[in-house]
């Protein structure tokens, strides 16, 4: 069974840094583009930033360019998106996705299960 597990959330202050990961995991044999996404209380998703499949290619929303970064890792099947410079307004729920495959065919997209990031003092 494939997976997308995220790690790293939790509480920093305005101003600070943090390392979300998504690892996936399960009979994957090779991971497409992979993408960061976020939802806060009351409002839709959004999509904050994603990578191409070889890695060469990045976008970012506006509200995070300049501060947010996301990174590809495909000896470890991974993602990692690091935010400084964080406001309260990045409060949210961050999910990680994943266009997976396998050795015949495409698998699909994969959503993990989201993280918590809360940006207060």
């Known amino acids: 069974q494939v997976r997308l597990v995220e790690s790293g959330g939790g509480l920093v202050q305005p101003g600070g840094s943090l390392r979300l990961s998504c690892a996936a995991s399960g009979t994957i044999f090779r991971v497409g583009n992979m993408a960061w996404y976020r939802q806060a209380p009351g409002q839709q998703r959004e999509l904050v930033a994603s990578i191409s499949s070889d890695g060469d290619i990045t976008n970012y929303a506006d509200s995070v360019t300049g501060r947010f970064t996301i990174t590809r890792d495909d000896a470890k099947q991974a993602t990692s998106l690091w935010m400084t410079r964080l406001k309260a307004e990045d409060t949210a729920v961050y999910y990680c996705?994943?266009?997976?495959?396998?050795?015949?065919?495409?698998?699909?997209?994969?959503w993990g299960q989201g993280i918590q990031v809360t940006v207060s003092s």
């Open positions: 996705k994943a266009d997976l495959y396998s050795a015949w065919s495409r698998i699909g997209d994969h």
